[in-house]
């Protein structure tokens, strides 16, 4: 399309609107677009973790407003355990011998902080005391100081839940697995 510079306004205007072709836009009623869309998110249902996805339309009834410390990841121990085949056996062999020997303890600590790592958890004195509290309503005669015993004074945290942390996280940041939560700063001597 050519326009001249002394083509009055009116004329390029109609030009324009001769070179631009008509579309019909046809609008769906809102009830089946609404139909087809929940279909759809019938389709993307992650049968791993029985979730599915949601749409609805935002106002004010569907938001829902958390504080900070509620939308922090917290993990379900129970739920863990029983989503495994080895902690299934662990809970299995506890209630048959009312005991756990440390091959079982091993087991579920394993998992319980494999799970912890694979959510990301940045793991604080609150989240181990909330896996001691569970791990002892799961296995109710195994001792306190099993799994978590916080620091008290000069004497550091301990427990094999606190150490299987440490030392898997020290691993997988060696091998670049998982981030540092700190900068580190070089200091040169």
């Known amino acids: 399309m050519v326009v001249l510079a002394n083509t ?10 001769n070179e ?17 869309v929940s279909k759809e998110a019938d389709l993307y249902e992650d049968s791993d973790s029985k979730t599915q996805s949601v749409i609805t339309e935002p106002n004010q009834d569907n938001i829902v407003k958390e ?9 379900g121990v129970r739920a863990v355990l029983n989503n495994s085949p080895e902690g299934k056996s662990a809970i299995a062999h506890y209630n048959n011998n ?4 440390m091959h079982y303890r091993k087991k579920v600590v394993r998992i319980v902080i494999g799970a912890a790592l694979e959510k990301r958890m940045d793991m604080s004195i609150n989240d181990f005391q909330a896996m001691n509290e ?4 799961i296995f109710p005669n195994e001792s306190e100081d099993t799994f978590y015993v916080p620091r008290v004074g000069n004497t550091r945290a301990r427990g094999m839940l606190y150490n299987k942390y440490i030392n898997l996280s020290r691993n997988l940041r060696r091998n670049g697995l998982l981030e540092y939560k700190r900068q580190r700063t070089n200091t040169s001597r």
Do not use: R
């Open 134 to 137: 569970q791990l002892l309503e």
């Open 20 to 36: 631009i072709p008509e579309m019909n836009l046809v609008e769906e009623p809102e009830e089946n677009s609404f139909e087809s």
């Open 8 to 17: 009055p306004v009116n004329a390029t205007t109609a030009a324009i609107k």
């Open 98 to 101: 009312k005991c756990l020997d």
């Open 67 to 75: 504080s900070p410390a509620a939308s922090k990841k917290k993990l």
